[in-house]
C-alpha cells in the first residue's frame, strides 16, 4: 500500500509554469510505473505522463512543455509544467501500481488563466 499527496497546484496564467509534487508514503524505488493523470470538468481522467523503468512517456498534448520525474530519496514524484495553456485546467492526480492495484492521491486543481 501507499499514500500519495499531491501539492503545487494553484493558478497561473497562460505561458507560465508550476511544479507539482507527489509525496509517497513509502519508498517508491520499486513503484512502476507512476504517472501524472489529469480531469478537467465534464471530462474523463486521462493520462497526462508516465515514468517506469523502461523510460518516460507523455501525452501529446503536453509533449515538449511538461516532464515528469522522480527522486526516489525523497520518495517524490513530480511534473514540471512549463508553457502553460488554458486548456491545461483540470484536477492533477498521482497513480501509482502496486502489484497490480492502483493507487491515487487526493488530487490538486491546476487552474490557467488567458
Known amino acids: 500500500q501507499v499514500q500519495l499527496v499531491e501539492s503545487g497546484g494553484g493558478l497561473a496564467q497562460a505561458g507560465g509554469s508550476l511544479r507539482l509534487s507527489c509525496a509517497a508514503s513509502r519508498s517508491i524505488l520499486s513503484i512502476n510505473p507512476m504517472g501524472w493523470y489529469r480531469q478537467a470538468p465534464g471530462k474523463q481522467r486521462e493520462l497526462v505522463a508516465e515514468v517506469s523503468s523502461l523510460g518516460s512517456n507523455y501525452a501529446d498534448s503536453v509533449k515538449g512543455r511538461f516532464t515528469i520525474s522522480r527522486d526516489n530519496a525523497r520518495n517524490t514524484l513530480y511534473l514540471q509544467m512549463n508553457s502553460l495553456k488554458p486548456e491545461d485546467t483540470a484536477v492533477y492526480y498521482c497513480?501509482?501500481?502496486?502489484?497490480?492495484?492502483?493507487?491515487w492521491g487526493q488530487g490538486t486543481q491546476v487552474t490557467v488563466s488567458s
Open positions: 497513480q501509482a501500481i502496486i502489484a497490480y492495484h492502483t493507487y
